[in-house]
């Protein structure tokens, strides 16, 4: 019974790890984008500890929860209408292949997540070994939709060979982004061409947003046996 709190344990300190050296590339004077989920919260509380040592630095959080805890911790925050353009972007995702193509929205912040990477110079995806895979598709790609629209845009994606369902709240109603929208989890398996699946959904009427990241990452750090591992695109 001790196995899977040793595991969880293990991979809490890879994210850790993956946090701490993301956070030594942000430099004096950077606008920085501050993640959503729980790798990019170490990152956020580990970039709070450099504030208080004398870094200068402006946060763009890209949920509220984040922008809660950023907060919190005293970073300096600002919004994408002040700076358009962001230095360097700190996130996590659920999944992370060899090309660093993304699987992001575990946390139901995808949407504002891409807005944020797309106007960063830097771009750069934290995880746990856990989260590199050869292939896209184990973890369900989330896909952020207009309530009025949910079933029409179910059976769509259905159509294109997944298992969907609604995501909710642990009590049932439908959860809720921070834009008000409901979001899809669909289940592909294997997503043999991630960058045709993007498109075919972008395609959809009602489909605001999906969870693949494609081309956006410049590199990313994962924690593992006690190191952490750089890859780039």
């Known amino acids: 019974m001790t196995a899977p709190a040793n595991n969880a344990d293990l991979r809490d300190k890879e994210k850790q790890a993956a946090a701490r050296a993301a956070v030594?590339?942000?430099?004096?004077g950077n606008i920085v984008g501050l993640g959503s989920g729980s790798t990019a919260a170490y990152a956020v509380r580990?970039?709070?500890?450099?504030?208080?040592?004398?870094?200068?630095?402006?946060?763009?959080?890209?949920s509220k929860q984040t922008k809660h805890?950023?907060?919190?911790?005293?970073?300096?925050?600002?919004?994408?209408?002040?700076?358009?353009e962001i230095?360097?972007?700190?996130?996590?995702?659920?999944?992370?292949?060899?090309?660093?193509?993304?699987?992001?929205?575990?946390?139901?912040?995808?949407?504002?997540?891409?807005?944020i990477a797309s106007v960063s110079r830097r771009f750069i995806v934290i995880g746990d070994s856990a989260k590199q895979v050869k292939r896209l598709g184990k973890f369900p790609l989330p896909v952020e939709v207009v309530p009025f629209a949910q079933s029409l845009i179910k059976h769509r994606i259905e159509?294109?060979?997944?298992?969907v369902s609604l995501r909710t709240y642990a009590y049932g109603n439908p959860y809720l982004t921070?834009?008000?929208?409901h979001i899809l989890d669909c289940t592909f398996g294997e997503i043999a061409n991630p960058p045709a699946l993007a498109?075919?959904?972008?395609?959809?009427?009602?489909?605001?947003?999906?969870?693949?990241?494609?081309?956006?990452?410049?590199?990313?750090l994962i924690g593992k046996d006690g190191e952490v591992v750089q890859l780039r695109r």
Do not use: N, Y
């Open 199 to 220: 498109a075919e959904l972008r395609c959809i009427p009602g489909v605001l947003e999906h969870g693949l990241f494609i081309g956006m990452a410049e590199m990313a």
């Open 87 to 115: 230095d360097i972007d700190i996130d996590g995702a659920d999944e992370i292949d060899p090309q660093l193509s993304l699987i992001k929205g575990g946390g139901g912040a995808f949407l504002r997540e891409k807005i």
């Open 159 to 163: 159509g294109l060979g997944a298992k």
């Open 46 to 62: 580990f970039l709070a500890d450099r504030v208080r040592e004398g870094l200068k630095i402006v946060g763009i959080p890209t």
């Open 24 to 28: 030594q590339l942000v430099e004096a």
């Open 69 to 84: 805890l950023a907060e919190q911790l005293g970073i300096p925050l600002a919004t994408v209408d002040e700076h358009r």
């Open 178 to 181: 921070d834009e008000g929208h």
